[in-house]
C-alpha cells in the first residue's frame, strides 16, 4: 500500500511519482530538514509547533495528508519546484547512498510537478 502523486489532467499515462506511506514520510523528514526543522516537532506529525512558525514554499507539500485531502494548484507546483530543484542540487553536492533514494524521488517528483505547471492542471495525492 502507498501514496501516488499524479497529474490531474485525466491522463492514464501521464508520469506519476510513487512512495510507500514510510518512504513519503523519509523523504518529508529529509525535506523538512533541508528547510532547516524537524517534521516531528511540527503540528500533525506528533508536535505541538505550528506551522506558522515555519517559512517554507514546501508547506503544501509537507503539511499534506498523506492520502486524499486537497489536490495542489499549479502555482503551488511552481512555488515548490523551485525550491525542490535547489534542494535536489545541494543534496546531489553532498552524495551519500543514503541521499540517493530521496534524490530520484525529488528527481521523479520534479517531472511530475513540471507536467501540472505546463498544462495547468493540479496535483493529486491518491
Given at each position: 500500500?502507498g501514496?501516488v502523486?499524479?497529474?490531474?489532467?485525466g491522463?492514464?499515462?501521464?508520469?506519476?511519482?510513487?512512495?510507500?506511506?514510510?518512504?513519503?514520510?523519509?523523504?518529508?523528514?529529509?525535506?523538512?530538514e533541508?528547510?532547516?526543522?524537524v517534521?516531528?516537532?511540527?503540528?500533525?506529525?506528533?508536535?505541538?509547533r505550528?506551522?506558522?512558525?515555519?517559512?517554507?514554499?514546501l508547506?503544501?507539500?509537507?503539511?499534506?495528508?498523506?492520502?486524499?485531502?486537497?489536490?495542489?494548484?499549479?502555482?503551488?507546483?511552481?512555488s515548490?519546484?523551485?525550491?525542490?530543484?535547489?534542494i535536489?542540487?545541494q543534496?546531489?553536492r553532498?552524495?551519500?547512498?543514503q541521499?540517493f533514494?530521496?534524490i530520484?524521488?525529488?528527481r521523479?517528483?520534479a517531472?511530475?510537478l513540471?507536467?501540472c505547471?505546463?498544462?495547468?492542471?493540479p496535483l493529486?495525492?491518491?
Amino acid at each position: 500500500m502507498g501514496l501516488v502523486l499524479f497529474p490531474g489532467d485525466g491522463d492514464n499515462s501521464s508520469p506519476d511519482v510513487s512512495w510507500s506511506y514510510s518512504g513519503f514520510a523519509a523523504f518529508r523528514r529529509r525535506l523538512a530538514e533541508a528547510e532547516g526543522f524537524v517534521l516531528s516537532e511540527m503540528s500533525g506529525f506528533g508536535g505541538e509547533r505550528p506551522w506558522s512558525e515555519v517559512s517554507t514554499v514546501l508547506e503544501p507539500l509537507l503539511d499534506h495528508s498523506d492520502a486524499g485531502g486537497d489536490d495542489l494548484s499549479p502555482a503551488e507546483c511552481a512555488s515548490i519546484l523551485v525550491r525542490l530543484e535547489a534542494i535536489t542540487d545541494q543534496w546531489t553536492r553532498e552524495g551519500g547512498d543514503q541521499l540517493f533514494q530521496h534524490i530520484e524521488d525529488a528527481r521523479q517528483l520534479a517531472g511530475v510537478l513540471r507536467l501540472c505547471i505546463e498544462k495547468d492542471v493540479p496535483l493529486g495525492f491518491l
